[in-house]
């Protein structure tokens, strides 16, 4: 059961939006499916539907660190590929063209969120390299980790063991 005491980003509120644009994003992805399966920082997480059992995949920013893979659900709590793993942690993972299974496990205290994307940070903005290499500059880097730590205040991460 969720506390009734958890915050949820105002991008909760918008939730609808992704959910309706679903087919038109699952088209997009299938047509470039070669690109985004290569694409720097981020992946294809391919859950387990909670109500359905079906597989469903969605395209997520990410890092990579040896073992792990580190995602942050933009809708927080109410995404539906979080909810999916609330029931079931059994993942697929879908980076530099291989499909490798997984166990996700969500990350909820914030000192633990912090301390990850302070170690591993990532650019969620935009699944293009030239955006990840200016975001990743020293110039941007400050500007980056601030939006980070505030991004993790009110949003799970989760680690994936691959």
């Not at 499909?99 to 969620?124: C, Q, S, T, W, Y």
Request: one cysteine or more; charged letters at 20%.
């Amino acid at each position: 059961m969720l506390p009734t005491t958890r915050v949820e980003p105002f991008a909760a509120k918008l939730h609808f939006i992704p959910r309706s644009l679903r087919p038109v994003q699952a088209a997009l992805v299938n047509s470039q499916r070669d690109y985004f399966s290569h694409a720097p920082g981020w992946v294809l997480l391919t859950t387990t539907g909670r109500r359905t059992g079906l597989p469903r995949e969605t395209l997520l920013p990410c890092v990579r660190s040896d073992n792990q893979i580190y995602l942050i659900s933009t809708y927080g709590w109410q995404s539906d590929w979080i909810r999916n793993l609330r029931k079931n942690p059994k993942v697929k993972v879908t980076c530099n063209g291989v499909v490798v299974p997984g166990h996700a496990k969500m990350i909820e205290k914030l000192d633990d969120k912090i301390r990850i994307v302070n170690k591993h940070p990532f650019v969620p903005f935009a699944p293009f390299e030239l955006v990840h290499a200016v975001a990743l500059t020293a110039a941007m880097r400050p500007l980056l980790m601030g939006f980070l730590r505030g991004w993790v205040a009110s949003r799970p991460v989760v680690a994936v063991r691959i």
